[in-house]
């Protein structure tokens, strides 16, 4: 009786670390191959590769591995969005996964993925996966210009603030931006509108007479001088020029 007490305790414990060995690759399998994108933008095979090392290393439980890929997730460019952004659902679904001690570095790999994505796009939707794919969906045939505007034109005073680093350093001709950056000059509270209003200064090479720290609505002759300033510059248009400094 007690021979086959230990050989059922023996046969379970086999049991489970086969369980658990199978269940580790399985997500080593899902975090490498598995997409539900029915269409995911091609990579080309040099950046593709690179990116997957990225992110295998960052999935894994030594600190060491991590680190390389975080420097080298940091290196990610602009087409790398949408695979970055079908990693996070991934990672996403796996988080109702009971994994010991991988659950650390799964987390960890989530949130950089997560900040490279804010660097690249200029926007934060956290690790909400679906709320990416929207955003993506919606700006996918623009460049990283549009998405900068896409952050100006939000109602988010973070994104606004990242795209207007977009932008600065450039003598700015494009009608849409100048526009939103006038709207900010109108209606951001005073730390976004003085920067907002810098830009400007810095595009038009003059200055318009208009106090940041006060609202628009005392300052009408200011904010008539910005309009023409912007209504000239939009019409003449379309070109970015570089600051001489």
Same mark, same amino acid.
Request: aromatic fraction near 8%.
């Given at each position: ?52 090392? =990225? +992110? #295998?290393? /960052?999935?894994?439980? $030594?600190?060491?591995? %991590?680190?390389? *890929?975080?420097? !080298? ?74 998405? =900068? +505007? #896409?952050? /100006?034109?939000?109602? $988010?005073?973070?994104? %606004?603030?990242? *795209?207007?680093? !977009? ?79």
């Amino acid at each position: 009786g007690r021979a086959w007490i230990r050989f059922a305790v023996i046969l379970s414990f086999a049991w489970i670390a086969l369980l658990w060995q199978g269940r580790d690759r399985i997500v080593s399998l899902v975090l490498t191959r598995v997409s539900d994108w029915e269409e995911l933008p091609p990579l080309d095979p040099v950046r593709a590769d690179e990116l997957e090392r =990225a +992110l #295998d290393r /960052l999935s894994r439980f $030594d600190m060491r591995s %991590r680190v390389e *890929g975080r420097v !080298r997730l940091a290196q990610a460019e602009e087409s790398a969005v949408p695979h970055l952004i079908n990693r996070l659902g991934i990672l996403q679904g796996l988080g109702h996964i009971k994994l010991g001690r991988r659950v650390r570095s799964l987390v960890d790999a989530r949130e950089r993925i997560q900040e490279v994505l804010v660097d690249l796009t200029f926007r934060d939707f956290g690790l909400d996966a679906p709320s990416w794919r929207r955003w993506w969906l919606a700006v996918k045939d623009g460049a990283r210009d549009d998405w =900068a +505007l #896409d952050a /100006l034109l939000s109602s $988010d005073e973070e994104a %606004r603030r990242r *795209g207007l680093e !977009r932008f600065s350093g450039r003598r700015e001709r494009d009608p849409r931006v100048l526009s939103a950056c006038l709207s900010l000059v109108r209606e951001a509270e005073p730390p976004l509108r003085g920067e907002a209003y810098a830009l400007l200064v810095g595009c038009a090479d003059r200055d318009f007479g208009f106090d940041p720290s006060a609202s628009a609505g005392s300052q009408p002759d200011a904010i008539a001088a910005i309009e023409r300033w912007v209504r000239e510059a939009s019409q003449a248009g379309g070109v970015l020029i570089p600051v001489e400094r």
